[in-house]
C-alpha cells in the first residue's frame, strides 16, 4: 500500500526536522563581543563576559611565548604563528562553535582544535581554582606541545601520541606526582597495547591510559634519543602506518620495540623513571648535581651549550643562574688544575710552588664546598711547608758549620737529612748530609791536629829529659875522694 503524504505535511515536518537543531544551537551559542590580547606568538581570545580570559592572558602569556621559543628549538619546526588561545565559557560552546572539535572527558579544561588553536574552558577550570593556579602553565604545555606534533607529522600522529607527548611536555616536578596518585594502575605491567593507546580514538576517556601513553613517548625518547623521535614523528607525514613509520626508523621491529617497553622500561617507568625528561633537559638541576659530584669538566661542556639556548629563548632568569653554575664549575676546573700542579711541583721538588698552588686550589674546593680532595691537599701543603722549615734551619746552620761548637750539629743534622729523605726532598737531605760530612771532616781534622799537637809536646819532653841526662855534671858533683 502507498502512503502518500500531503505536500503541506511534508514541509511540516522539513520545518521540524530543521528548526530543532536550529533551536538547540540558539540554546547552546551565546553571542557575545570577544576581546583579545597579543604576545609575540600568540591571540588570547575570550568573550569580554568572562573576565577568566583577560587573566589567563596575563598570567600566562609571557610564559608561553617563552614555551613557544623552547619547543620551536626541540621540534626543529613550529607551527605558523600567531597561535590562538581561545577561553570558552563552558563546554556547551567549546562544542557549538567547532563543529569538528575533538570530544573531551566532562570537566576537563584544556584541548586543541585544528593545528593552530588551544581551548581552555572557563568553567571547568573555575571549579578548582587552585589545580588551575599550579597545573595551568603545564595544561598550556601539553597542548602546545601536540600543535608542535601535529605540524611535524601534518597531522597524522595517532590520538595515543598526541596524547602521550602531550603528558611528557608537562613538567614532571609540577604535575606528574599528582598524576601518578590518581591514575598508579594496580601492577606494574601494562595493561593495554601500543595499539589500543595510540589508534582508540577514545583514548583521552580512560585515566589508566595516560601513565601508559606518556610512558611510549618516554621510552622512544629516553632509550633511542629525541632525535630519533623526531626522525619518527616526520615519518608519519608519508608512512602508510605508524607501525611502519618505527620500523623506518628505530633498528628492530615495533613488536620487538612493545616487548622490550613492556617487560623492561614501563616497571622502571612507574618506580621513577618518568623523572628523566628531555623536555627539561635545560633544567639545571643535572648540572648542579654535577658539580655536587665534582665532575666540572661535564658541567662546563653542557652549561656552554644551556646557556646558548636560554640566550634564545630569553630565559634571564633561569639563565643567571646557570651563569653561576657556570662559574662555579670553572673554579673546579681551576681547583682541578691547580691540585696537579701542586702534585707535579712537589715530584719535581719545587716545594715553594707545590705549597702556593695547594693553598690556591683549597681555597676553590673549600669555596665550592667539595671536600673530596681536601685531605690530599692539606698533606701535601704541610709537607711542602715542613720542607721549607727544615731547608731554611739547614740554611741558618750552615755558618755554624765551621765553628767550634759545629759537633754539636751533628745530631739534628742527621735528623733533618732522614725526615727530608722520607719527605722525599733528596736534595735537601744531600744539602744536610754534605754539612754533616763538613762537620765530621773538621772534627777529623781538629782531632787530628790535637793528637798532633800532644805527639810533638810529648816528644819535646822527652827529648829535654834525654838530652838533661847527657849533660856533664856540675864542678861541685864532681867530687874528689
Excluded at 238 to 254: F, G, K, N, Q
Amino acid at each position: 500500500m502507498r502512503i502518500l503524504i500531503r505536500p503541506i505535511g511534508l514541509l511540516s515536518l522539513l520545518l521540524l526536522v530543521l528548526s530543532a537543531p536550529t533551536t538547540a544551537l540558539a540554546q547552546a551559542c551565546t553571542l557575545q563581543n570577544w576581546g583579545e590580547t597579543r604576545t609575540r606568538s600568540f591571540i588570547f581570545t575570550y568573550q569580554e563576559a568572562t573576565p577568566l580570559g583577560r587573566e589567563i592572558a596575563e598570567r600566562f602569556g609571557e610564559a608561553l611565548d617563552a614555551e613557544f621559543n623552547r619547543f620551536a628549538n626541540l621540534f626543529e619546526t613550529s607551527p605558523p604563528v600567531p597561535l590562538m588561545v581561545r577561553v570558552y565559557p563552558n563546554e556547551r560552546e567549546y562544542y557549538c562553535f567547532n563543529a569538528l572539535a575533538p570530544e573531551i572527558p566532562i570537566g576537563q579544561t584544556h584541548s586543541r582544535i585544528g593545528g593552530r588553536e588551544i581551548a581552555l574552558i572557563a568553567q571547568n577550570i573555575s571549579a578548582d581554582p587552585q589545580a588551575w593556579e599550579a597545573g595551568g602553565l603545564e595544561a598550556l604545555r601539553h597542548e602546545l606541545a601536540v600543535l608542535f606534533l601535529n605540524a611535524l607529522t601534518a597531522e597524522k600522529a595517532p590520538p595515543g601520541l598526541q596524547l602521550g607527548l602531550g603528558i611528557y611536555a608537562e613538567d614532571p616536578s609540577v604535575t606528574f606526582e599528582s598524576r601518578l596518585a590518581d591514575t598508579r594502575p594496580p601492577t606494574t605491567a601494562p595493561e593495554a597495547t601500543w595499539r589500543t593507546l595510540w589508534e582508540a580514538p577514545n583514548v583521552v576517556f580512560e585515566r589508566s591510559n595516560a601513565l601508559q601513553a606518556a610512558s611510549i613517548t618516554a621510552y622512544l625518547v629516553d632509550v633511542y634519543g629525541w632525535d630519533d623521535f623526531l626522525e619518527f614523528a616526520a615519518a608519519l607525514r608519508t608512512a602508510d602506518s605508524w607501525r611502519l613509520a618505527l620500523e623506518a626508523v628505530y633498528p628492530i621491529d615495533a613488536n620487538a620495540l612493545e616487548r622490550h617497553w613492556a617487560e623492561t622500561y614501563y616497571p622502571v617507568y612507574l618506580q621513577g623513571r618518568w623523572r628523566e625528561n628531555a623536555f627539561y633537559a635545560l633544567s639545571l638541576a643535572p648540572y648542579e648535581g654535577l658539580i655536587a659530584a665534582g665532575a666540572y669538566q661535564a658541567a662546563a661542556d653542557g652549561l656552554a651549550n644551556v646557556i646558548t639556548v636560554l640566550i634564545d629563548m630569553e630565559e634571564f632568569d633561569q639563565l643567571s643562574r646557570a651563569q653561576e653554575l657556570n662559574v662555579q664549575a670553572h673554579q673546579g676546573l681551576e681547583a682541578d688544575a691547580l691540585a696537579r700542579q701542586a702534585r707535579q711541583a712537589y715530584l719535581e721538588g719545587d716545594f715553594t710552588a707545590a705549597a702556593d698552588f695547594a693553598r690556591e686550589s683549597l681555597g676553590h674546593y673549600t669555596a665550592l664546598d667539595d671536600t673530596r680532595n681536601l685531605a690530599a691537599l692539606n698533606e701535601i701543603l704541610a709537607q711542602a711547608e715542613e720542607v721549607g722549615r727544615l731547608r731554611l734551619e739547614l740554611a741558618e746552620l750552615a755558618p755554624q758549620a765551621d765553628g767550634l761548637t759545629a759537633g754539636l750539629l751533628g745530631p739534628r743534622l742527621a735528623e733533618i737529612g732522614t725526615r727530608l729523605t722520607v719527605l722525599g726532598d733528596p736534595a735537601g737531605a744531600a744539602e744536610a748530609a754534605a754539612l754533616l760530612a763538613r762537620i765530621n771532616t773538621a772534627r777529623t781534622t781538629l782531632a787530628l791536629a790535637i793528637a798532633a799537637a800532644g805527639a810533638l809536646a810529648a816528644c819535646l819532653v822527652l827529648y829535654r829529659r834525654v838530652h838533661g841526662l847527657r849533660r856533664l855534671p856540675s864542678p861541685e858533683a864532681r867530687l874528689q875522694y
